[in-house]
C-alpha cells in the first residue's frame, strides 16, 4: 500500500513537474506573441491612404487601408521577434518607408530601414545600422532620409532594463547612399521629429535641460519642442511657449508651419491617472487651445495634406494593462471626432 501510494506520489510528482515544463515553455515561448492588435505607429499619405501596424500573437503585420473599402492590403509581415516601426509616406504618397528592429536588444543592436513602392507593390531594403533607429522623416524633396538613432542600448538604473539612450538626428542621402550626423545633442531621448516645409531644417521634441546646473534641478526640466537648423545645427530654440508649465509630448507640424499639434497632460494638478489629450499652439499669435476631451490617453497627431483634418490614437486601457489603441479622425478645429474602423 505504501509502496503503491510512494508510486502514485513520485507519478504525480513527475507528471506536475513535466507539465510546469510545458507551461514555462509555453510563457516563455509566447511572451513576445502576448503582443496583440493595433499599435500606435502609423502614418496617412497625401491620397488619405493609411499605413498601419498590428500585432497578431506577437507578429507586426504592416496594413494599407483606404477608406470605404472592406479589405485592407498587407504588405508586410514579420516574426514575433521583430518590431515594426513608424511607416511614413513620402510627400507625393509615392513610397512608403518603415523600420524594423529586434525586439531583444540583449546581444544585437540593428535595425533596417525597408521602402514600400506603392505603384510596384515591392519592398527593398535601404540600409541596416547597427543601432535603435525610432523615427525617420522623408525630407519634402525626397532626396534624403532624416532619421533619429540611438548612439547607445545600456541600463542608466538599476532598476530599469535597457533603454536606447544618447539620441541624435541623422541624414541618409538616396542618391549617395551616405550617412551624416546632423546634430550633437546625445539625449536621454529624442521624439516627434518632423521635417520643415522648406526641408532645411527640423522640429523635435526633448527635455529642455539647458539651464540645469543641479541634479535636484533635473526633476523641474519640461519636455519642450525645439528648432534645429539643418545647416547649423548649433542654431537651436525652443518654439513651443517656453513658460508653460507642463510638458509637451507627441506633437507634429501643420502644412503650412505656422502651427503644431501636441499631446500633454490636461489635468496636471487633480492628482490620481494622469489625463492627456491633444492641444493646438500657433506660432504668430502665440495662441493656445485645447482640441479633445476625452479624459483618456489621447496621442500621436498627423495631420493631413490639406491641413484640415487630425488623426489621432486614443488608448482605451491607458493604466490598466496592455494598450488597447484606436485611430480616430476630426477637423483640424477639434469637432466631428470619429473612430475609423479597419477590417483588421
Known sequence: MKKNNLMFLILFLCGLTGALVVLGIFFNKTENEKQNGLSNHYDVSAQNTIAYVTYKEGRPQLFLHKEGESIDAVIAEYDEDTMILDPTFSKDGSILAFVTTNKNKETELTSTVHFYDIGKREITDVFTDSSTITEIEFKPDGSSLLYLSAGTYENYSPITGKRPHNFDVYEFNLNEKSHVRKTNLQQYSIYSLNVAPSGDRVYLGRDDDSDVKTAEASYMVKQRIFEISLDHPEEMSVISDPDREVSIFSFTITPAGNEFIFQSISNPDEGGIFEYELYKYNFDTKEEKQLTHFGEY????????????????????????????????????????EEIGFPN
Not at 314 to 336: T, V
Open 298 to 337: 489621447v496621442s500621436d497627431p498627423v495631420i493631413s495634406a490639406d491641413g484640415k483634418s487630425i488623426y489621432f490614437t486614443l488608448d482605451r486601457n491607458f493604466a490598466k494593462g496592455s494598450p488597447d489603441y484606436h485611430i480616430y479622425k476630426m477637423s483640424i478645429d477639434g469637432e466631428q471626432a
